[in-house]
Structure formats: C-alpha cells, structure tokens
Nanobody, 127 residues
Framework: QVMLVESGGGLVQAGGSLRLSCEAS????????MGWFRQAPGKEREFVAA????????SHGDFVKGRFTISRDNAKNTVYLQMNGLKTEDTAVYYC????????????????????WGQGTQVTVSS
C-alpha cells in the first residue's frame, strides 16, 4: 500500500504563500489519483483540490479557485499544493489522499472515495 507524508505547512501572514508537498512511498504515485483536503477545528474535512493520475485533469474547491493550484510530479513521487493569497480562514490541517482511479483522467472530490491518507500538515494564517 502507499504511504503519504505531507510537508511544507507552517505559519504565514495573510496574503502570503506556501507550497505543500505530499511524498509517496511504498507504491508508485503514478498509480493513483490524488487529492488535498483540509480540516479546521470543529469543522468537517473539506475538499480543496484533486488531480488525475495522468495529471491532465484537476479540480479545485470554489473557495480556493484562483488562489490554490494542485500539481504532481510522478517522477518524484510527489504531489503539490501551491497556495497563494492566503486568508485567515485557510487555517487548517491539510491532508493529502490517494485513490486507485477508474481511469487515467478521472478525478475524485469526495473524501469517502479516498482509501489512503497522510497524517496532515498544519497551516496557520495570521492576520
């Protein structure tokens, strides 16, 4: 099975940027469609972004469109989340997740579709 480890979180001021990374081990990342989710204290885990196994298709949550971008480098076994224009409401633990996809271009936006999860990385945005 695939193991996922997130990194790149931290404390940043509003308007700043961070790039999260999710590195896979155990299995080749190219076998999976990937997603990023986040969970703030007292809230449900919510969809942030997803990318197909091939990297040709991507989807972003409405509240991050134009600010966040998901990408992947299968040769490096890593998926990224570039976050620009951060807001205080983006404060959360960010998780990456993997799923064996139906096809090369399929993307998954529901957390219940994902079978593999990382431990999460904390992102804190100060005002």
């Amino acid at each position: 099975q695939v193991m996922l480890v997130e990194s790149g979180g931290g404390l940043v001021q509003a308007g700043g940027s961070l790039r999260l990374s999710c590195e896979a081990s155990g299995r080749t990342l190219g076998n999976y469609a990937m997603g990023w989710f986040r969970q703030a204290p007292g809230k449900e885990r919510e969809f942030v972004a997803a990318i197909s196994r091939s990297g040709t298709q991507a989807s972003h949550g409405d509240f991050v469109k134009g600010r966040f971008t998901i990408s992947r480098d299968n040769a490096k076994n890593t998926v990224y989340l570039q976050m620009n224009g951060l807001k205080t409401e983006d404060t959360a633990v960010y998780y990456c997740a993997a799923v064996t996809p139906y096809s090369e271009s399929y993307i998954y936006t529901r957390k219940d579709d994902y079978g593999y999860w990382g431990q999460g990385t904390q992102v804190t945005v100060s005002s």
